[in-house]
T-cell receptor
Framework: AQSVTQLGSHVSVSEGALVLLRCNYS??????LFWYVQYPNQGLQLLLK??????LVKGINGFEAEFKKSETSFHLTKPSAHMSDAAEYFC??????????FGQGTELSVKP | NAGVTQTPKFQVLKTGQSMTLQCAQD?????MYWYRQDPGMGLRLIYY???????DKGEVPNGYNVSRLNKREFSLRLESAAPSQTSVYFC?????????????FGDGTRLSIL
């Protein structure tokens, strides 16, 4: 069965600092991988997705993620954090047919 | 541009009461999903519907039933609510695919069971 592990339930960075949110997956076949963001009292919004076209995927709001098969990782990065990036971030892997398996989530705090 | 609409947004129930959570999408998607979100556990799939007329169990289906009323609507029913079902419930939809299509989420229903 596929699974997703997000390292760190809470990450805190200063405004302008690098954001790095870690995600590792287990899958017996090349996966489809997603990052979603959830702002308070809202649903999830798609940040970016990996579907094997390119290992470095660019998303919205300056975020990007790199698929590394050898490390079974799909870490999310942003060069410079902004206060508006404070939210909860979820990594997910897709099973055949479209069902998503989510990680536990990482709450990002941005300090001024 | 509504996307996925969930009603109600908030609900408080007593143990043993029943209720139905409603979900509708206007994107002509074939697939629809119900998740629950609990602190530290991410989102877990309750039921899903790959297409109109079909439904299947997800990871945590016990205590729930679903109905795919038509292509637009997918409802979730709690027949006899229990405190363990206190959670935030999300409905999502996606185009039919092989897992590469992103899901679009509603804003959730916050359900408390006393």
């Amino acid at each position: 069965a596929q699974s997703v592990t997000q390292l760190g339930s809470h990450v805190s960075v200063s405004e302008g600092a690098l954001v790095l949110l870690r995600c590792n997956y287990s899958s017996s076949v090349p996966p489809y991988l997603f990052w979603y963001v959830q702002y308070p009292n809202q649903g999830l919004q798609l940040l970016l997705k990996y579907t094997s076209a390119a290992t470095l995927v660019k998303g919205i709001n300056g975020f990007e993620a790199e698929f590394k098969k050898s490390e079974t990782s799909f870490h999310l990065t942003k060069p410079s954090a902004h206060m508006s990036d404070a939210a909860e971030y979820f990594c997910a892997v897709s099973e055949w047919g479209g069902k998503l398996i989510f990680g536990q989530g990482t709450e990002l705090s941005v300090k001024p | 541009n509504a996307g996925v609409t969930q009603t109600p947004k908030f609900q408080v129930l007593k143990t043993g009461q029943s209720m139905t959570l409603q979900c509708a999408q206007d994107m002509n998607h074939n697939s629809m999903y119900w998740y629950r979100q609990d602190p530290g556990m991410g989102l877990r799939l309750i039921y899903y519907s790959a297409s109109e007329g079909t439904t299947d169990k997800g990871e945590v289906p016990n205590g729930y039933n679903v109905s795919r009323l038509n292509k637009r609507e997918f409802s979730l029913r709690l027949e006899s609510a229990a405190p363990s079902q206190t959670s935030v419930y999300f409905c999502a939809s996606s185009e039919e695919g092989q897992g590469d299509q992103p899901q679009h989420f509603g804003d959730g229903t916050r359900l408390s069971i006393l």
